[in-house]
């Protein structure tokens, strides 16, 4: 940005950068979303999730007796979908950056060539297991067993290289000698992913989705993500109720909110999937009168039993479509490792990216000559309706495997305006957590005026549905866990989770506020 480019910009390098310092999440052989909203208003969703290849199939990841391969759609190359990062990242530069992707990605660059001192937590995340299993991915990041320590200098000249290759010209990993030569590692190691599934991957711009919250307007993540429609339906309806005369983290507070978590999951279970591939009720879903249907059925002083869940009436064609599209609903596994960033420039523009691998470093598997991870997001798709995934989560029909498909995340990138002008830009990693994390602080600020650090460093609580229990980090009261407990809430306490990077803009001055979250080693950066 001081060299004269634009929020744009700064998150293109930002995501390029985590490409070579924070192989866990940031990546080249994955994908995201990124919602820009410039400072004249206009707004854009990106969608660069990956894709499933073309010869992937609803039972891929079954045995002969219809169960589940422990692990086949986590760890190797059958795990690999079709990578969306660097399309995403050089497409939106191109349209909505002001300066040339060489100068974009030479930090990048700089860091695989020279080198950067890994952290603690970086070193002994290279010592993962399943890393082991690949030679490529155990000769660069655990030096064949000479595993780095903690203040090592970590150099990826393959990486580097492949970073030169992009900035040259991007479209070389799709349609080029780079194409091919990926499509030929995971070939290699029985993957499906071909040249051709590479040559047909393409970005796509989605509406966003839009919702109110009291005064403030919300922006966010549209499907293939579950994490707008899902975060605008538990703010429609907690919007009935005054929580801020309850009380941050009261014990009343955080049931009357797990019941609005536990709907809005019990219908991302249902009904979200790939917009392309299913039709996703998103009017119906996001609609206050639905909200409204939803609260009468939450008692004030009893907990819901989610298996007992009857969703309410209000639109007739949900339950048809539920009936239409049966299923044995459970819970489904999210990634926990993913990253946001958000970036707000000096004329207004704003930018909110989430982005992930899915695992933490994703398949295990490095493109051979390449030098970077690729992803394990078919994962995310319901391997078996019915049955979790990684993260607990059970998903529908919607989001059943298919060649092309994209598969549902909970990447939640939001905006909250207020009178029109840009108030809040966040998002979190987590999983499952995400959507919830990001509901959390858009609750401290607005409902408890706590400022936007105060928010992203609360205690926070999450319910999906299934599992039924509320998660409550330490730092909620003793207390308030007995009240939840004898309305009926089981409880799980202590777990820490998804780190959340956020900033305020001052309503009257202008003023930027970033909120690195104190869970983790990050900070925010300005001039």
Not at 116 to 142: C, G, H, M, N, V
Not at 160 to 185: C, Q, S, V
Not at 395 to 419: C, E, F, H, Y
Not at 468 to 488: A, H, N, P, Q
Request: glycine share 10%; proline share 6%.
């Amino acid at each position: 940005m001081q060299a004269g480019g634009n929020a744009v910009d700064a998150a293109v390098a930002t995501g390029f950068a985590l490409a070579v310092v924070f192989p866990q999440a940031g990546n080249l052989g994955g994908g995201g979303f990124m919602l820009i909203r410039m400072a004249d208003g206009v707004t854009r969703f990106v969608d660069y999730r990956e894709k499933a290849p073309a010869a992937a199939t609803p039972n891929m990841y079954l045995d002969a007796q219809g169960n589940v391969i422990e692990n086949a759609s986590l760890v190797g190359y059958k795990a690999i979908g079709v990578p969306g990062s660097v399309a995403g990242l050089a497409y939106t530069q191109k349209n909505y950056g002001k300066l040339p992707l060489p100068q974009v990605m030479a930090p990048a660059i700089k860091l695989a060539r020279d080198g950067f001192a890994l952290a603690w937590e970086d070193a002994e995340d290279l010592r993962d297991e399943d890393l082991a299993k690949f030679p490529e991915s155990s000769r660069i990041f655990q030096r064949n067993g000479d595993y780095y320590k903690p203040g090592e200098i970590f150099r990826q000249p393959d990486l580097a290289r492949t970073l030169e290759r992009i900035a040259k010209n991007p479209e070389d990993f799709y349609h080029g000698a780079m194409a091919r030569e990926l499509a030929a590692t995971v070939q290699k190691g029985g993957g499906l992913i071909t040249a051709d599934d590479l040559a047909k991957y393409e970005v796509k711009e989605r509406e966003a989705i839009r919702g109110t919250y009291r005064d403030y307007d919300i922006i966010s993540a549209p499907p293939p993500s579950s994490g707008g429609i899902a975060l605008v339906e538990i703010l429609n309806i907690l919007e009935g109720y005054e929580l801020g005369k309850s009380g941050n983290r009261s014990a009343q507070t955080i049931h009357l909110t797990a019941e609005a978590f536990r709907r809005a999951f019990y219908d991302r279970a249902e009904f979200l999937g790939d917009p392309d591939f299913a039709k996703i009720p998103v009017a119906q879903l996001i609609d206050k009168k639905y909200a409204a249907g939803w609260r009468e059925s939450i008692d004030p002083e009893h907990a819901s039993i989610s298996k007992d869940l009857k969703r309410p009436a209000v639109f007739n064609e949900l339950e048809r479509y539920a009936q239409a599209h049966p299923h044995n609903m459970s819970a489904v596994r999210e990634p926990e490792n993913t990253t946001h960033y958000s970036v707000v420039d000096s004329a207004g523009n704003a930018v909110a990216v989430t982005t992930t691998l899915n695992d933490s470093l994703g398949s295990r598997v490095t493109a051979e000559g390449l030098g970077f991870l690729l992803n394990d997001e078919m994962d995310d798709f319901a391997s078996k309706q019915g049955v979790p995934n990684v993260y607990g989560l059970i998903q529908g029909p919607a989001n059943a495997i298919g060649p092309g498909k994209r598969p549902l995340s909970a990447m939640t990138p939001t905006l909250v305006l207020k009178d029109g002008k840009l108030f809040l830009v966040l998002g979190a990693e987590g999983g499952p957590t995400i959507i919830t994390t990001v509901a959390d602080v858009v609750m401290g600020v607005v409902d408890f005026g706590l400022d936007v650090q105060e928010a992203v460093n609360a205690p926070r609580f999450h319910h999906q549905w299934l599992p039924d229990e509320i998660r409550v980090e330490d730092g909620v009261s003793l207390d308030t866990i007995r009240l939840l407990k004898s309305k009926g809430h089981k409880m799980q306490v202590g777990h820490l989770w998804g780190d959340s990077e956020c900033i305020a803009i001052d309503p009257k001055t202008g003023e930027r506020l970033g909120a690195s979250d104190g869970r983790n080693n990050g900070r925010a950066m300005g001039y």
